[in-house]
């Protein structure tokens, strides 16, 4: 399983909640599967997804659900040292590590050798860290979105590549002011 197909699995799932989704492919994925107002497509700042989503849960009420990459939270471990300490009940991030840095033309990244991004969360004291593969993403997302009283941090384990998908034609703007309307009205 890919990361397309995983998003795809997972689609149903996270619709109905605000979204802040990694750059590049998985952005253009989520949108290409299925393009929502609630959805917050990152473009061009790799490694802060997660960091936008927490921040997003210390602010609202409602589920944030962050989905990130290995190769961004490599990019910004420190995110999960700030998840671990201050992450509210209402935040799930889930990072999909497919070993490689999927956007930038698929090089490995040190997932594929000695890094575990389970063990370096729960170092940085991510209570509630969960790896599997990718097959079983939906459930134990599923048990995450119900659980309210707890953060999560979900990795899934799928294999490195792409499918062809277009470039996002909303601008940051535009993505940015029909997100800021949707947190509004909910």
């Not at 300490?85 to 497919?98: C, E, G, K, V």
Request: aromatic residues 6%.
């Amino acid at each position: 399983m890919n990361r397309f197909n995983l998003l795809k699995l997972i689609q149903k799932q996270i619709r109905d909640y605000h979204v802040i989704c990694n750059i590049g492919y998985p952005s253009q994925e989520l949108f290409k599967l299925d393009d929502r107002s609630n959805y917050f497509y990152m473009l061009g700042t790799m490694g802060l997804c997660s960091s936008i989503g927490l921040g997003l849960s210390l602010s609202i009420d409602e589920p944030v659900i962050s989905i990130d990459g290995d190769g961004s939270i490599l990019m910004n471990m420190n995110t999960l040292a700030t998840i671990g300490n201050r992450s509210p009940n209402n935040f799930t991030l889930l990072i999909i590590d497919n070993g490689s840095y999927g956007s930038t033309g698929d090089q490995k990244t040190f997932t594929n050798e000695k890094t575990s991004l389970k063990k370096v969360a729960m170092g940085a004291g991510c209570k509630n860290v969960i790896e599997c593969d990718g097959i079983e993403t939906p459930q134990v997302l599923s048990e995450a979105i119900k659980c309210t009283n707890k953060s999560y941090v979900i990795i899934s384990k799928v294999k490195p590549g792409n499918i062809k998908v277009k470039s996002i034609p909303l601008n940051p703007i535009k993505i940015k002011e029909r997100f800021k309307k949707n947190i509004i009205k909910s």
